[in-house]
Every structure is written in C-alpha cells, then in structure tokens.
C-alpha cells in the first residue's frame, strides 16, 4: 500500500454535527455520507488506482500499515466489527480500532454486510483525518485541549452518584495532578507524540471512571490523581474492567430502591444511537451502556 495522500472533500463535517431533538437531520445525514464517500473514493484513489474500494479489506491493511511503519499498538493491527444482534432492518454494526476509537454504521443499512461496510467506511474516514498533524498529541494541542476542558467544566453539573461536581478554576489546577484538569493535562503529556485514535482507549478509561463515581471513591480514600493516572495507564479496557464498574451500578441500585440502572440504561441507549447516526466516535458511550447491560443482567435476571 502506497502512502496516504492528503484529502480533499466539498463537504465539511461540523464536529456537532446531527443532533436535533436526539435525530440526525436528514441534510446533515447527507452532508455525512457525501464527505465519508469522497474520503473513500480519495483513499482508494491514492492507493490502489482503479476500481471500487474494499472498505473493510481497507480499514485492516490502513492499521497494519501502520504497524509497520513503527506504530506502538497495545493489542495488535487487528480491526475488531461487532454485529448487534437483529432479525430484520436496519442493521447495526460497530468496528473497534487498534487505538481503542470506537465506530457504528451511520446509514440505514438493509443487509448485515452493508452495516459492517458502513461502520469501515466512517471508520476509515476518521483513521485517515487522524493521520493531519493537527492530530497528533504536541504541545499546542495539549494547551487548547487544556484550555477546552477548563472552559467545559466550569460548568455547573451534577449527577446522581455526585460525580459531576463543577471544577472551579483557578491558575493553579491545570498545573496540579491532583485535579480533574491537572491529571487530564498528566494524561496528555504522558501521551505526547501519539494521535488521538491512539489515545483513545486511556481517555475512555478516565471517562467511565469519572462516570461511574470510582474517581470520587479513590479521591475519597486519599490516592492523588496522579497515582490513579500511573495505576489505570497500564490496565486495559476489558471485561474485568467492566464487570467490576457493573457491580458498582448492581450496589447503587439496591441503595436506591431500584430504577436506577434501568434509567441510565434508557439514557445511555439514547445518548449512543444518536452519536452513532452522526458518525461520531462511540467508544465511552457504547462501553457504558454494554456496562449498564451487565448490570441489569444481574438486578433483572428475567
């Protein structure tokens, strides 16, 4: 495979694009499809020359290209497609990404194989966009998302578990390892030099900790973020990981009375189906309502 040229599209992807009321917008549906068509259509352009392109055949060899040209990846090249289970359209199906960036076909797709196809496709797109140094984890980049976290967070918010409690800022915190944005920014620089697809699966891990209350419990217990940070860098996203942040949602439940996981169940499924329509990346939300579903597995065992 030939090395991948810049792309150029008529169509630009706003990065909120599709939500309205929790529905895609049927002109930004296809504002989608047109700049996932053309990226494609580029991609097989600049490396195979002719023909219609395999985008699933695609998608692989992109990451073991990437493999070889010296590429750390944790688990391997390996493209990983799940296929949700269904007996009649539309189809769904969500493809993993070495780096942990987690994709769904964004199309209503008739057949099972048009639904893998479509989750290639938008995941191909965004595996070439991340190859832009506008990417890649440097120090500008880790200023303005510094700067974007503090402006997020200085939102008030707050969540049932008393997880989304608003960070106050001041100078010093973005500096501190032991705030929200400190151990953020420690995150970032441990990552420098990597692209955000890469450093996908980590951020995801923060997020389900933030998420499912565990970073207050280990705050409470006097463990710096820092340390939390050094501990989770090294652990990977998996199912022991989920059972146990499962059995944290099994306690709130019986605590509550019940509702509670049905509730964030409902919400979750809501919160990934619109940003999966959007072609938005899924990783945190799909992993929490797969956590959810564990948990309900066992407080509704019928």
């Not at 994709?103 to 479509?118: D, L």
């Not at 995150?187 to 030099?193: D, I, T, Y």
């Not at 499912?212 to 022991?240: F, I, P, T, W």
Request: with cysteine.
């Amino acid at each position: 495979m030939q090395g991948i040229m810049p792309v150029k599209t008529k169509s630009r992807v706003s990065e909120n694009m599709g939500i309205t009321g929790g529905l895609v917008d049927a002109r930004d549906k296809q504002v989608l499809k047109e700049a996932v068509e053309a990226v494609v259509n580029s991609f097989a352009k600049h490396t195979q020359g002719y023909g219609r392109v395999n985008v699933v055949e695609a998608l692989q060899e992109f990451w073991q290209m990437k493999q070889s040209r010296g590429t750390e990846l944790r688990n391997g090249a390996l493209v990983i497609y799940e296929s949700v289970p269904g007996t009649s359209p539309p189809y769904v199906c969500y493809v993993t990404l070495p780096g942990g960036s987690c994709f769904g076909s964004f199309q209503n797709c008739p057949t099972k194989a048009e639904a893998r196809r479509s989750a290639a496709k938008i995941a191909l797109m965004n595996s070439v966009f991340n190859e832009h140094p506008a990417r890649k984890i440097t120090d500008d980049f880790i200023e303005k998302a510094v700067a974007e976290a503090r402006a997020s967070f200085a939102k008030p918010s707050a969540t049932s578990n008393g997880v989304g409690n608003q960070a106050q800022g001041n100078g010093d915190e973005k500096e501190d390892p032991n705030t929200g944005i400190g151990a953020f920014r420690f995150m970032l620089e441990c990552n420098r030099g990597r692209t955000m697809l890469e450093f996908q699966e980590l951020m995801t891990v923060f997020q389900l900790l933030h998420w499912n209350g565990s970073l207050k419990a280990m705050r409470e217990r006097q463990c710096s973020r820092q340390e939390v940070v050094a501990h989770y860098s090294h652990r990977a996203l998996d199912d022991d990981m989920r059972s146990q942040m499962a059995l944290d949602w099994v306690a709130r439940e019986h605590e509550s009375g019940g509702g509670v996981v049905a509730m964030e169940l409902a919400l979750a499924e809501r919160e990934l189906e619109a940003a999966r329509l959007a072609g938005r990346e899924l990783r945190f939300p799909k992993e929490k309502k797969d956590i959810l579903m564990l948990a309900h597995a066992q407080v509704c065992p019928q």
